[in-house]
Every structure is written in C-alpha cells, then in structure tokens.
C-alpha cells in the first residue's frame, strides 16, 4: 500500500512486521509473508544502516527492533498503526498474534 514511500513492498512488510510483533529476525518475517529471505535481509540491512532499526544477538540470531533514539519513530509508529488498520480483520489479527506454538502439557502457568 505504501510502496511508493517506502520504496519497495519489502520494506514496507519489514516495517509492518516489526510494528506489529516489536521485533523479528529475518527468516520469521520471510515465513510470515511467504517470500524469500535475501530480499527481507537486504532491507533490513539497509534500515539498520539507516538507523531507523537497531539488532542485537541472541545465540546466533540476529533479532531487529525499532530504534529508540530515531527521531521520527513515534510518527512512523502512528503511519504503520494506521496502515495496519487498512487491512482486513483476519490480517490484522493474524499480524498481532504473538503465540506461535501451543503451550507443553501440564506446564505450570
């Protein structure tokens, strides 16, 4: 949807993913969007570079979340927010469910 702005569908499903879930890593947000990794790493290297994303390792992952110190982050929270808006409910239910594998059985809460 907002391609043009962001200057490819790539970087506008990285931005979505992380808006929705508060972070990710490469290969979830390929596997979320049925796409291949190469173009999802790219751009996550390039907003990283941007400093509009900031990584950290965990074990030997990689894991990207906005930055806090990118001046324009609360604006583009709210222009991501809205644009997740657009999209039918059972994307946006599908973008804001966090838990991905059932709970072990007889696990203590």
Not at 8 to 16: A, D, F, G, I, Y
Not at 49 to 73: A, C, D, E, K, W
């Amino acid at each position: 949807m907002l391609e043009s702005l962001f200057g490819s569908v790539n970087k506008e499903r990285v931005l979505l993913f992380i808006c929705a879930k508060g972070e990710g890593y490469p290969r979830d947000i390929a596997r979320f969007f049925s796409t291949d990794l190469t173009p999802i790493q790219r751009q996550l290297d390039v907003l990283e570079r941007g400093g509009v994303l900031v990584s950290r390792l965990v074990g030997r992952t990689r894991i990207f979340t906005f930055n806090p110190r990118y001046p324009l982050l609360n604006e583009l929270k709210v222009l991501l927010e809205k644009l997740l808006s657009f999209y039918p409910q059972d994307e946006q239910d599908r973008f804001l469910l966090t838990r991905q594998r059932p709970r072990r059985a007889g696990k203590p809460l």
